[in-house]
Structure formats: structure tokens, C-alpha cells
């Protein structure tokens, strides 16, 4: 949602994902996603090979929620007013969790 209101959004005649700081942090909550994604993947396979993986998963849920509660609070911070909409996906997801 944020990455996609970003690139259609214009201020100034210049879309919004055009400004570098936009950039940055739509790279950041996107390099803590994958690292989020990382160590969730590294617990599965250790189950899946049938080896101890109890500190593994532990480990892979503080990067997970700080991802999460970080993209959300910079989509936030992207969409404005626009995602407390209650017809928008953002206005939607916000009221459900």
C-alpha cells in the first residue's frame, strides 16, 4: 500500500517515491522485513531437518514484530490522513488488528 500510494502520488509535479528520503525508508522497513523473513526461514529448516530450534524461533520474533510495527508506522507516516480512510487498504488493516 505504501510503496504503491508513493509512486502515485505527486507533490510538486514529482511522484512521491521519486524523493530519496521516501526511498530509504521504504528500502529500511524492506531490509528489516527480509531479515524478519530470514530468520524465520533458518528456524523452518531446522525443523524441518528435525534439530532443536526453540531459541532459533524465539529469536526470529523480535526481528519480526519490530519489522512489522516499524513498516506500519512508516506507512503511516507515508499515506497521512489518506490511511485512516476507512475505505482504503491501510484504513481497513489498521481497524482489524
Known sequence: MG?????TREIGGAHLADVQGIQ????????????A?????????????LLVHGVETSLAKKPAIS????????VF????????????YVGLRWRCS
Do not use: K, Q
Open 3 to 7: 510503496t504503491e500510494y508513493a509512486r
Open 24 to 35: 530509504w525508508t521504504i528500502a529500511e522497513a524492506y531490509e528489516r522485513l527480509h531479515a
Open 37 to 49: 523473513s530470514l530468520a524465520r526461514d533458518h528456524a523452518a529448516n531446522l525443523d524441518d531437518e
Open 67 to 74: 519489522a512489522a510495527e516499524f513498516s506500519v508506522n512508516e
Open 77 to 88: 507516516s507515508l499515506v497521512g490522513g489518506y490511511g485512516l480512510c476507512s475505505d482504503t
